[in-house]
Nanobody, 118 residues
Framework: QVHLVESGGGLVQSGESLRLSCAAS????????MGWYRQAPGKERELVAK???????RYADSVKGRFTISRDNAKNTIYLEMNSLKPDDTAVYYC????????????WGQGTQVTVSS
C-alpha cells in the first residue's frame, strides 16, 4: 500500500516560484516513472512533467524552460521547481507513481493547489 504525500502548493504572484514535493511512503518498492499532472477548473488533467527509472525526463511544452523535475532516491521523493509562474499555471497538481508491474495501477496523491495571481 503506497501513499504519495504532496506539499508545497500555495498562492503566489505572476513571475514568482514554488517548489512542490512528493514523498512516497510504505515498504520498499520500485517505480518505472514518477511525475506530476495538473488539472485546472473546467479542463482535463494534463501531464506536466515525468522522470523515469532511468532518469529520462519529459516536460509539457507549456512549462519547458520554467519547471524542473528532480528525484531523491534515498528519500523516495520527487520535486517540481516551478519558476516564472503564470496565471495559466493555476491548477491542482497531482503527483503520480507508475509501478514496474504491468498489472498494477498508478498511484496518485491527493493534489496540492497552486494559484498564480496576475
Amino acid at each position: 500500500q503506497v501513499h504519495l504525500v504532496e506539499s508545497g502548493g500555495g498562492l503566489v504572484q505572476s513571475g514568482e516560484s514554488l517548489r512542490l514535493s512528493c514523498a512516497a511512503s510504505g515498504s520498499i518498492f520500485s517505480f518505472s516513472a514518477m511525475g506530476w499532472y495538473r488539472q485546472a477548473p473546467g479542463k482535463e488533467r494534463e501531464l506536466v512533467a515525468k522522470i523515469t527509472r532511468s532518469s529520462t525526463i519529459r516536460y509539457a511544452d507549456s512549462v519547458k524552460g520554467r519547471f524542473t523535475i528532480s528525484r531523491d532516491n534515498a528519500k523516495n521523493t520527487i520535486y517540481l521547481e516551478m519558476n516564472s509562474l503564470k496565471p495559466d499555471d493555476t491548477a491542482v497538481y497531482y503527483c503520480y507513481a507508475a509501478p514496474v508491474s504491468v498489472s498494477a495501477s498508478d498511484y496518485w496523491g491527493q493534489g496540492t493547489q497552486v494559484t498564480v495571481s496576475s
